[in-house]
């Protein structure tokens, strides 16, 4: 199964690197898209390693799907969720920029 979901990019946040208790080095990197549903929602994706410039590509404002895993895990009776962005890319049916809807047609009124 394949999770998927359409947003406009709102945020992008700093990336954040550190060591592991195995001592391997790590980079992560979130961003927060705002879904398109009836009832809109943010939802922070996190990108890990060589993934975290993914975001690079892209702005805020723009309208893009994400591809992602979901997982979650136990510590201490409590269970944390991760939402891991693999792919973003530039949604299809994205809006026309307003500057290059004008239309150069002569004989129009006005």
Known sequence: ????????????????NGTSKAGKD???RGFVIKTQD???KEVCFS?????TNIIDNFRVGDLVDVYFNLSSR???G????????????KA????VAA?????????LPF
């Open 47 to 51: 990108l890990f390693g060589e993934k």
């Open 26 to 28: 790590w980079s992560k």
């Open 38 to 40: 009836e009832y809109p």
């Open 74 to 76: 136990e510590y201490n």
């Open 99 to 107: 500057a290059s809807t004008a239309s150069t047609n002569s004989d």
């Open 1 to 16: 199964m394949q999770n998927a979901i359409k947003g406009t990019i709102l945020k992008v946040l700093d990336t954040e």
């Open 92 to 95: 299809e049916g994205e809006p």
């Open 78 to 89: 409590k269970y944390y969720h991760n939402i891991d962005a693999w792919r973003v890319a």
